[in-house]
């Protein structure tokens, strides 16, 4: 009778055992870094790479016990540098995107404007924002927001402008107001557009804070990465650029996590070979 019944529940979903053994996607990515991991480290054994070219990943790991207090309160002064950095680009690029895909006049005044300063380099800038603020804590926050402000801003009027007309016409012939039609039908269908922008400005961030530290800093992993570079301190340098990458990562998936959470029905959630994929 159970051996019936377990052909009769494979008939009825025949990709049930596979699916039933699946292993989760984040043990593949683990594999992914621990295989990359040992080639790394054995590439570096058996050629003999000297340590201050290319330290091993052991190396690497000792470096960031032995100073980890050093980075960690580095990496606290960079994090508050791109956390408010990213979300004062949050906060003004996404009701500016959306005051540019409302109204003409701001797509023919404010629009072209944004575009010109694109083509200023940031990094040009960090120089000018020193001068003029000093050393602290400002001009990296000024940086990391100007190379966070844009993406979500051209991604946003992306979003607002790519609606279907006709489900505009929809909406209105079915006696929606404005107000209702920007809550229920043209915010939903700009968020995955939004959420592209801010995970590309969290990526970013991260380069923002870095490139400033570098201009002008006595502190932050940017301060950090020159001085253990002018000591050709390869371990350190690799260690705080595993702490620097573990923040961008960290925050880009907080990112992803709210988008998964806010926008479940979008094609963008889709698991890859999963339900409704080829």
């Known amino acids: 009778m159970a051996q019936s019944q377990r052909v009769a529940e494979i008939a009825a979903d025949p990709i049930a055992p596979r699916r039933r ?6 043990t593949q990515t683990l594999a992914a870094f621990v295989v990359a991991l040992l080639l790394w480290q054995l590439v570096v054994t058996v050629i003999r790479v000297p340590a201050y ?4 990943p052991t190396a690497v790991f000792q470096g960031l016990i032995t100073y980890f207090p050093r980075i960690m309160r580095d990496a606290g002064i960079t994090l508050q540098e791109i956390l408010l950095g990213y979300a004062m ?8 995107a959306i005051l540019i895909a409302y109204s003409p006049f701001f797509a023919r005044t404010v629009w ?8 200023i380099p940031k990094i040009a800038l960090a120089p000018l924002f020193i001068i003029w603020f000093g050393f602290g804590f400002v001009p990296k926050v000024l940086i990391t927001f ?15 402008r790519s609606l279907d007309p006709e489900v505009m016409y929809l909406a209105r012939s079915g006696g929606a107001s404005a107000w209702d039609i920007f ?7 700009a968020l995955p557009h939004i959420f592209s922008g801010l995970k590309v400005a969290a ?17 932050g992993l940017g301060y950090l990465l020159l001085q ?20 961008g990562l960290v925050l880009y998936g907080l990112v992803a996590l709210l988008e998964k959470l806010l926008i479940p029905w979008h094609v963008s959630q889709r698991v890859p070979g999963g339900e409704g994929t080829l």
């Open 53 to 56: 070219v290319l330290p091993p």
């Open 183 to 189: 809550w229920r039908v043209r915010l939903p269908a």
């Open 146 to 160: 100007l190379l966070s402000f844009f993406p979500i801003v051209i991604d946003t009027v992306a979003g607002f």
């Open 112 to 119: 072209p404007l944004l575009i010109f300063s694109q083509i």
């Open 21 to 26: 053994f699946r292993l989760p996607d984040w």
């Open 89 to 96: 680009a949050v906060v003004l690029s996404v009701p500016i």
């Open 228 to 247: 253990a570079n002018g000591d050709l301190n390869t371990a350190l340098l690799f260690a705080a650029i595993v702490v620097l990458s573990t923040i």
């Open 203 to 219: 990526a970013l961030a991260t380069t923002g804070a870095i490139i400033a530290e570098f201009v002008g800093s006595d502190r």
